[in-house]
């Protein structure tokens, strides 16, 4: 069974995140979205299963800004924030508290910046690694602390390109758990769009879809989205 929302019936009004017949080609004339339409049905963690080539990257650096889309819109009523697959594609200073400074508002006080510091850094499970240099930290440590920079600069929506595909298992647990709690605490819950090419990364979220030649389809269950996929769990989706 489908959800109760799919890209059919959403509206630009209905969600936080609405794109309408989105293309984008490359300079060498490759197409990476084609006419791709599809929205969020609500808050939790959304998952997109696609192969190499699928357009998933592309799609999250047009939500997020960083790329303009070529025809057709984009409504984003929420701020953004990309993580990026490498950490350190997006880690700069030496240190976790002065890395997180970029991306606190400078309208805070000092005082004020510095306990948003704390606060994310509890958040991903990181408490009293301020001063911790980065090049210390594991894989695993350093996604929750670019995890927790989306968090410092207010993001309501987080964009996670395949954020697991560098690390260790138990380090893929960890920033699972971590989005998903993130996701689901009582008070602001997150929403994320996650894109992944692991079915069993599908277990943590709220709904998933599968991306083909620069289109989504319609958002199903996890279970139902892996069964679909099954024949193809012995190669790379």
């Known amino acids: 069974m489908e959800l109760s929302l799919s890209l059919r019936s959403s509206r630009a009004d209905d969600s936080i995140l609405f794109l309408k017949k989105v293309s984008f080609a490359w300079p060498s004339g490759v197409k990476a979205l084609d006419e791709c339409s599809f929205s969020l049905p609500g808050k939790g963690l959304w998952m997109l299963v696609g192969s190499n080539g699928s357009g998933k990257s592309t799609l999250l650096r047009l939500i997020s800004g960083m790329l303009p889309p070529q025809q057709g819109s984009i409504h984003c009523s929420v701020k953004p924030a990309l993580v990026f697959q490498n950490p350190d594609h997006q880690l700069l200073l030496p240190s976790c508290g002065s890395d997180l400074l970029l991306s606190v508002s400078r309208a805070l006080t000092l005082s004020q910046r510095r306990n948003q510091i704390q606060t994310v850094l509890e958040q991903v499970g990181m408490q009293g690694m301020e001063s911790r240099p980065i090049h210390t930290l594991s894989g695993g440590q350093k996604q929750r602390l670019a995890l927790a920079g989306a968090l410092a600069s207010e993001a309501n929506l987080l964009l996670l390109d395949e954020p697991t595909a560098l690390l260790d298992p138990d380090s893929q ?35 998933a879809a599968l991306m083909e030649k620069g289109r989504i389809g319609p958002w199903r269950s996890a279970h139902l989205l892996r069964n679909l996929l099954r024949p193809l769990a012995g190669r790379q989706v």
């Open 173 to 207: 647990k960890m920033v699972l758990e971590t989005v998903h709690a993130l996701c689901n605490r009582s008070d602001k819950p997150l929403t994320a769009l996650w894109i992944t090419h692991r079915l069993e990364e599908l277990d943590y979220c709220d709904g």
